[in-house]
């Protein structure tokens, strides 16, 4: 009886009277509950989409192994898209809005500021790998770059200076009587290695008169690199008379180039050189030399294109060059207008003898 007086009085205030929030959960569909399955799928689709940037970059980074600068760019790129969406939609970016509709919004985008076509389908490429990152961990369940056009790969001629060009940078750091450039430059000049792997050599990287060993190359790779027997001698020679005499001792660990400057706050500040060091030097000796616009990278096509001129084998350029594939290597042999004008010489004693006394 007790019992039966209790129920009804609960049937009588049911409709009038709400228990608290927190006795009885709110009602929640099944997809956003906490687990296996949907759910965890739908909770990580609410996700930041720059949170699951950071950590791909980490994975590229770490897990990967890939160089420092090249998650830059893939982290640059990504932020991007980021930023973009979130000037579209006002709001932050989501995992959601890694669809086609979105992504080809974003590439309509950049080509409305006339980017390059190889500037675009890097960037998309660099969406792609993302993608396929996010696919693999079961965030996504389809790559909506795959559904995507793929702007064409334009393999254009690369800028190259001619020998004399790259004679002159030498013998104008000559002039100037400074050791650390020409030793600079005569590596740049007889191996073609990029700004980045001259920038970071050590002493213990030279290697009698054959040249370097165990570079740290493009990608994390390491490389020999023959140099010839002169340029080493005058490196071994840069080391006893210059480098010891700044440093004091020198170890296999020393840096071999080092840039030092001036600051009226701090005093002298001298530090191992970067690629970006390299640059500017490039860009100040070639304003002396009447090519301002010289860069690093354009020694290493003119490097390129003078080996195959001379050894006619791709392959050794490839290797050379440090390529892990031999088709990036082709682009030194397209034809460019000096060699095609070449091309039609023989015609020249043919044609001179039919124009013979013509307009005389």
Same mark, same amino acid.
């Given at each position: 009886m007790?019992?039966d007086?209790?129920a009804?009085r &609960?049937?009588?205030?049911?409709?009038?009277?709400?228990?608290d929030g927190?006795?009885?959960p709110?009602?929640?569909l099944?997809?956003?509950?906490?687990?296996?399955?949907?759910?965890?799928r739908?909770?990580?689709?609410?996700?930041r989409?720059?949170? $699951?940037v950071?950590?791909?970059c980490?994975?590229q980074l770490k897990?990967?192994?890939?160089?420092?600068?090249?998650?830059k760019?893939?982290?640059w790129?990504?932020?991007?898209f980021?930023?973009?969406?979130?000037?579209?939609?006002?709001?932050?970016?989501?995992?959601?809005?890694?669809?086609?509709?979105?992504i080809?919004a974003?590439?309509d985008?950049m080509?409305?500021v006339?980017l390059?076509?190889?500037?675009l389908?890097?960037?998309?490429?660099?969406?792609?790998?993302?993608?396929n990152?996010?696919v693999?961990?079961q965030?996504?369940?389809?790559?909506? &770059?795959?559904?995507?056009d793929?702007p064409?790969h334009?393999r254009?001629?690369?800028a190259?200076?001619g020998?004399d060009v790259?004679d002159?940078?030498?013998?104008?750091?000559?002039?100037?009587?400074r050791?650390?450039?020409?030793a600079?430059?005569l590596?740049?000049?007889y191996?073609g290695?990029?700004?980045e792997?001259?920038?970071t050599?050590?002493?213990?990287h030279?290697?009698?008169?054959?040249?370097l060993?165990?570079?740290l190359n493009k990608?994390q790779?390491i490389q020999?690199?023959?140099?010839?027997? &002169?340029?080493m001698?005058?490196?071994?020679?840069?080391v006893?008379?210059?480098?010891?005499?700044?440093?004091?001792?020198?170890?296999?660990e020393?840096p071999?180039?080092?840039s030092?400057?001036?600051?009226k706050a701090v005093g002298?500040?001298r530090e191992?050189?970067?690629?970006?060091?390299?640059w500017r030097?490039?860009?100040?000796?070639?304003?002396r030399?009447?090519?301002?616009?010289?860069k690093?990278?354009d $020694?290493r096509?003119?490097v390129?294109?003078?080996?195959?001129?001379?050894?006619?084998?791709?392959?050794e350029?490839?290797?050379?060059?440090g390529?892990?594939r031999?088709?990036t290597?082709?682009?030194?042999?397209?034809?460019?207008?000096?060699?095609l004008k070449?091309?039609v010489?023989?015609?020249?004693e043919?044609? $001179?003898?039919?124009?013979a006394?013509w307009?005389?």
């Amino acid at each position: 009886m007790v019992a039966d007086g209790v129920a009804n009085r &609960v049937c009588e205030i049911e409709p009038t009277v709400s228990l608290d929030g927190w006795v009885i959960p709110p009602h929640t569909l099944d997809g956003r509950r906490r687990g296996c399955g949907p759910g965890r799928r739908t909770e990580a689709m609410t996700q930041r989409l720059v949170e $699951l940037v950071e950590q791909f970059c980490q994975y590229q980074l770490k897990q990967r192994g890939k160089a420092p600068r090249g998650v830059k760019a893939y982290r640059w790129t990504l932020e991007h898209f980021c930023k973009f969406v979130q000037a579209r939609e006002h709001r932050l970016a989501r995992i959601t809005d890694m669809t086609v509709m979105m992504i080809q919004a974003w590439m309509d985008d950049m080509a409305g500021v006339d980017l390059s076509i190889n500037t675009l389908r890097c960037r998309q490429a660099s969406v792609s790998s993302f993608c396929n990152w996010l696919v693999k961990r079961q965030v996504l369940p389809t790559n909506p &770059v795959a559904q995507m056009d793929r702007p064409p790969h334009q393999r254009v001629p690369p800028a190259v200076p001619g020998p004399d060009v790259m004679d002159a940078l030498v013998r104008a750091a000559k002039e100037r009587g400074r050791p650390r450039d020409v030793a600079i430059f005569l590596l740049l000049r007889y191996t073609g290695m990029r700004r980045e792997a001259v920038a970071t050599l050590r002493v213990g990287h030279l290697d009698g008169d054959w040249g370097l060993r165990g570079v740290l190359n493009k990608g994390q790779k390491i490389q020999d690199i023959p140099v010839p027997g &002169v340029v080493m001698r005058f490196l071994y020679m840069y080391v006893e008379r210059v480098l010891m005499a700044e440093c004091g001792s020198v170890t296999p660990e020393t840096p071999l180039f080092w840039s030092s400057w001036g600051r009226k706050a701090v005093g002298k500040i001298r530090e191992p050189m970067t690629g970006k060091n390299i640059w500017r030097l490039c860009k100040v000796y070639g304003a002396r030399i009447g090519y301002p616009a010289l860069k690093p990278h354009d $020694l290493r096509h003119g490097v390129a294109m003078e080996v195959l001129a001379q050894r006619n084998n791709l392959e050794e350029v490839r290797a050379l060059l440090g390529h892990a594939r031999i088709d990036t290597t082709q682009i030194y042999t397209m034809i460019r207008p000096p060699q095609l004008k070449q091309a039609v010489t023989f015609y020249e004693e043919r044609a $001179l003898k039919m124009l013979a006394g013509w307009g005389q």
